[in-house]
T-cell receptor, first 113, second 114 residues
């Protein structure tokens, strides 16, 4: 059974650009969550989607957005990139969310120049 | 609001020695607790979870953890570590009112020396 797949694995952008990251959950999983990991702030929750609906959102500016498609695949978008957006972005999936264990992908490492 | 504290940023230990990684949480409601491991350039892998029932939880790779409600702790233990256990370990909490998000501790780097 394939795990959570995130693409691309690495990305380099410059300030002011925008970026879209993709996540394919484990087959059958309908809940997808996104996290940002940085050395200074650690792992922080961005948002969670279930059946194409955002159910929860973390404390990030509106430049960070996401969506989920009918096949449960998810994308997150960051507009007007800032140097501080450099991070590892992790996607996690579970069957329905809640207290179920989340299974993580290997992440997309975003570097802002 | 919920929070998770991992008291040790780094734990050095010799191979085949026992280890304990400490985790304390703060929550006014019932919690679900998890330990994840992260190897370099990889995502997080679930080691074990506590949802309910027995307070001693066994996970993969010989790890176990004990939920202590009175001390609000969920410490991770392994009786004998291997070089391959060198990694970053994260404790996380999920609660009924945090609605689908994991709140992570700052992580503990386990460094196993030969």
């Amino acid at each position: 059974k394939a795990g959570v797949t995130q693409t691309p694995r690495y990305l380099i952008k410059t300030r002011g650009q925008q970026v879209t990251l993709s996540c394919s959950p484990i087959s059958g999983h309908r809940s997808v969550s996104w996290y940002q990991q940085t050395p200074g702030q650690g792992l922080q929750f961005l948002f969670e989607y279930f059946s194409e609906t955002q159910r929860n959102k973390g404390n990030f500016p509106g430049r960070f957005s996401g969506r989920q498609f009918s096949n449960s695949r998810s994308e997150m978008n960051v507009s007007t990139l800032e140097l501080g957006d450099s991070a590892l972005y992790l996607c996690a999936s579970s069957f329905t969310g809640g207290n179920q264990p989340q299974h993580f992908g290997d992440g997309t490492r975003l570097s802002i120049l | 609001a919920q929070s998770v504290t991992q008291l040790d940023s780094q734990v050095p230990v010799f191979e085949e020695a026992p280890v304990e990684l400490r985790c304390n949480y703060s929550s006014s409601v019932s919690v679900y607790l998890f330990w994840y491991v992260q190897y370099p350039n990889q995502g997080l892998q679930l080691l074990l979870k506590y949802l309910s029932g027995s307070t001693l939880v066994k996970g993969i790779n010989g790890f176990e953890a004990e939920f202590n409600k009175s001390q609000t702790s969920f410490h991770l233990r392994k009786p004998s570590v291997h070089i391959s256990d060198t990694a970053e370990y994260f404790c996380a909490v999920n609660t009924m009112d945090s609605s689908y998000k994991l709140i992570f501790g700052s992580g503990t780097r386990l460094l196993v020396r030969p």
